[in-house]
């Protein structure tokens, strides 16, 4: 929001939202039912109302983020802010460059899908965030002096410093001069065992081919016990969830099945299929306005899937095309 009175007003403003935001979350019942993905998007939405308020004279960009601290998983949304960093096995590199939102308070930014990106972290893996003042730094050569246009500047940084914190604060000083603000995050993850990745994904592997087996054979009732008990350790994995959902549709338990199914859109999974599970499942609890709001986004980014004829014509039956 950058140095200005009109950022510091900002700032406070962004600050006592997200006092009362995570205040609600002191209740242990609303904490508990939370899923990471709703509270990033119910939290975006009232951040995005605020502001939206002063008519595009105040915006912010930023990374709101949440770390699950048993499986290591980042999960964000990513606001016109400067990528997030990791430094894994002496090499830095960018995440989440396929998604980025307008800036919190740009008119009509919701116009477009709410994304939610997942970065699993490994072992003594370094994730820095940084303002882009960490870019803008006035280098001198040959007499010269000049701005830093190199995307990939900080990372270098970051690898000559081998991830150091304090290293690459003096590696930034030495670079040149600092032209704007600069603040970082910086976390490193300190779960140190090297092996407890290479078991997860064995253990994923497995629990898969299971799941699949069990689906095969139609047993919905210890697919769904079965997901229930491993949910926690696995609830990032994509296929994990889009087999929870079928399974909760098959069960007929239609309103977790709509939270399930619409998470997976939060997270921008390219399958038709998706859709037309929750177009099943809101016709089953009379939901018109969304059976219509979804088969209209099946149609606008799947135009040539086939949905079944008879949810076809059923659809069509309530006039909803």
Known sequence: MGKSLQGANGIL???????????????????????????????????????????????????????????????????????????????????????????????????????????????????IIGSDGKDDIEIESNGNRFINRDKNFFLKIVEQSQGDFQK??????????????????????????????????????IVKKSIKNALLNKNYENVYHFIQAILHEFYHDNDILLYYFYTLKQLKQYQKAIEIGNILLLRNIDNPIIYELLIICYKNINHTNKIQEIYHKLKEKFPYYKISEKIEKEIRLLNLL
Request: proline share 3%.
């Open 168 to 205: 690459i604060i003096d590696q930034l000083h030495i670079a040149g001069n600092f032209k704007d603000d600069v603040s970082i995050l910086y976390f490193k993850n300190l779960f140190l065992n090297p092996n407890y990745h290479i078991y997860l994904e064995e253990k994923l592997h």
């Open 13 to 127: 403003v962004l600050g006592s939202l997200l006092f009362a935001y995570l205040k609600r979350y002191e209740n242990k019942e609303i904490a508990h039912n939370s899923l990471p993905e709703i509270f990033l998007k119910n939290l975006s939405i009232e951040l995005q109302i605020l502001f939206e308020s002063f008519d595009g004279s105040m915006l912010i960009s930023a990374i709101i983020g949440l770390i699950e601290e048993s499986t290591n998983i980042l999960y964000y949304i990513n606001f016109e802010h400067p990528y997030p960093i990791i430094f894994r096995e002496n090499k830095a590199f960018f995440i989440g460059e396929k998604h980025i939102h307008r800036k919190l308070g740009t008119p009509s930014i919701f116009q477009e899908e709410i994304i939610i990106q997942i970065f699993s972290l490994k072992e003594n893996d370094i994730l």
